[in-house]
């Protein structure tokens, strides 16, 4: 792919609409490209507006405009399978499906937009696998220091911020991005584009192996465990979208800052 040079930022860059960069229109006037900060339209999906939450082209900033329905559409019915089998009170089964549909359609994505660039087998085994493996990790390591029942009553407020609201968030931080950062050194993987899809990559598989880990007592609790049903349904959407989305937004944001 040749380049170009932006007019906003100073940097050589792939040929398009927008600079992979810092997001500006490529031309040849800085002074026009300076002053396009103020556009309205999102800089990874032109057709949208900028300031209008859009998950889809968010989370998966390659993705052809032609795909864009699709993906949008898989993940309302992946909301929706996760919202009857809770009304169904099977409810494990609705954790897992929870916790596996922004990691699928992550998958999905890196198959869509091709951004393997013939490595694979690199490519998915630094991101989606690591953070896999990064996320039962965590998950256990989570369940060995934290209590639950009783014992999480009793157990020192303080220590639970330390550990829940500190160590263990900055720990899955630091392992989430050990994974993409090996793929920086590749030339081929150079736009800040890539490093922001590597980062979301593993993400999204950290969130969903985390979650299925840290709830093995609940999946180990029959097809019908106990609790209210609303308490039921918030709980399968953070896991569903909360968690995942604001994990994945955090990682591909760094990442993109190291590319």
């Known amino acids: 792919m040749s380049e170009v040079h932006c007019g906003s930022c100073g940097e050589e860059v792939p040929e398009g609409h927008f600079c992979?960069?810092?997001?500006?229109?490529?031309?040849d006037d800085p002074a026009s490209a300076a002053a396009s900060r103020t556009r309205g339209a999102f800089a990874a999906a032109p057709h949208e507006r900028l300031n209008v939450p859009r998950l889809v082209s968010t989370l998966f900033p390659q993705l052809p405009r032609r795909s864009m329905a699709s993906f949008q559409g898989a993940?309302?019915?992946?909301?929706?399978?996760?919202l009857v089998l809770a009304l169904l009170r099977v409810l494990p089964v609705a954790l897992i499906a929870a916790a596996v549909l922004l990691p699928l359609l992550t998958l999905l994505y890196l198959y869509d937009v091709d951004i393997y660039e013939d490595e694979p087998t690199r490519v998915i085994g630094v991101t989606m696998i690591w953070?896999?493996?990064a996320g039962v990790g965590v998950g256990l390591l989570t369940r060995a220091v934290t209590s639950s029942g009783a014992a999480f009553v009793t157990q020192s407020r303080g220590t639970t911020i330390i550990y829940q609201g500190v160590l263990l968030p900055l720990l899955g931080i630091a392992l989430m991005l050990a994974g993409p950062l090996v793929l920086l050194r590749?030339?081929?993987?150079?736009?800040?584009?890539?490093?922001?899809?590597?980062?979301?990559a593993t993400a999204s598989a950290f969130a969903g192996a985390e979650v299925i880990t840290?709830?093995?007592?609940?999946?180990s609790g029959g097809l019908r465990p106990g609790g209210a049903?609303?308490?039921?349904?918030g709980r399968l959407m953070t896991i569903a979208v909360a968690i995942p989305v604001l994990e994945m937004a955090v990682i591909a944001s760094i990442?993109?800052?190291?590319?």
Do not use: H, Q
């Open 255 to 259: 990442a993109g800052a190291f590319w």
């Open 229 to 233: 049903i609303l308490e039921w349904l």
């Open 75 to 82: 993940l309302a019915f992946g909301v929706a399978v996760v």
């Open 214 to 219: 840290y709830s093995f007592s609940i999946l």
């Open 20 to 27: 992979v960069r810092c997001g500006a229109p490529l031309g």
């Open 131 to 133: 953070g896999l493996v």
């Open 186 to 200: 590749y030339k081929r993987f150079n736009d800040v584009l890539d490093g922001v899809t590597f980062g979301a």
